[in-house]
């Protein structure tokens, strides 16, 4: 394992991030690990050297960071010997911004922060959050009153550094803008893979520019991208997009990817997933790849994408099936780039 730094920041944190959003029981009915479950994974990921864990407040209402902080805690881990991350944001009810008593339990005011913040430091059973995160953008809160709150939680001790998540690159500068000197995003949580490289067109350019890490959710294409789904077959009982359709992909161009990455996978002696996220690893721009897993050996194997490699003749393979459409203004700001 590899460790990059995350941003322009001093941190480092390994390559492959260990997604918790299978703990617990709900999330759309991606959450099913239970205490033990999570426990083996936990253990799994540290073994395999990563010491960066991501989860969120909405993941299974909570259930998610209760059960990696007492995953941790079971292994005698030492708290400064992993870097956690977690997000706020969505409703922590079902009548969250509906009525009285969860009419504020939802969105980015300073009051939500402030509460999820609290919340989710009890339910991980620690003082502090490496990273915490907005989980998207919160259109009826001024950005100035969010980043205030996130600002007072870093001086207050309680969270060593802010990021964002699924926002658009001038939602990222103008809350960088308004930010206090230690409360500016450090890093950008965003969808990207082989089937979604809409990243590579905005997002990554500015984060480059800005010093703003990347890490990547889903970049199997939630599973998409395992091999299980295959053109004129049916969809395999209890996959995640079973149950929940996402994200959006070009199904078609999908299954024409599956099959390329099978012939090369038989041709390495590798597997399409492992495959798959060692070629988000090696992008630019790139500091750490989430992945998730339901069982030890689909984390194993995806472990093995930090030692794999591609060729450079592999690359313009796949990128001729998913390279994605030149929009304007970019296929314009290519000329000028040749000029």
Known sequence: ??????????????ELCFG??????????????AEDGAAALVKTALDGGINFFDTADIYSRGESETLLGAALQRLGIGRDSVVIATKVRGPMSDAAGKGLGDVNNVGLSRKHIVAGCEASLRRLGTDHIDLYQIHGPDDRTPIEETMRALEDLVRAGKVRYVGASNLASWQVVKANAVAGAGARFVSLQAYYSLLGRELELDLIPMCEDQGVGI?????????????????GQEAPQGSRRTNFDFP????????????????????????IPRLALAWVLAQRGITS????????EQLRDNLAAADETWSAEELAEVDALTAPPRLYPYWMLANFKRS
């Open 20 to 33: 918790c959003m299978t703990f617990g029981q709900g999330f759309f009915g991606i959450g099913e690990v």
């Open 289 to 296: 790849v989430i992945t998730g897993a339901k069982r030890v």
């Open 215 to 231: 890490m990547v959710w889903s970049p199997l294409a939630g599973g998409f991208i395992t091999g299980k789904f295959r053109r």
């Open 1 to 14: 394992m590899k460790y990059r730094f995350l941003g322009n920041t001093g941190l480092r944190v390994s």
């Open 248 to 271: 959006p992909v070009d199904k078609e161009k999908g299954y024409d990817l599956v099959d390329k990455l099978d012939a090369i996978a038989a041709a390495k002696g590798s597997t």
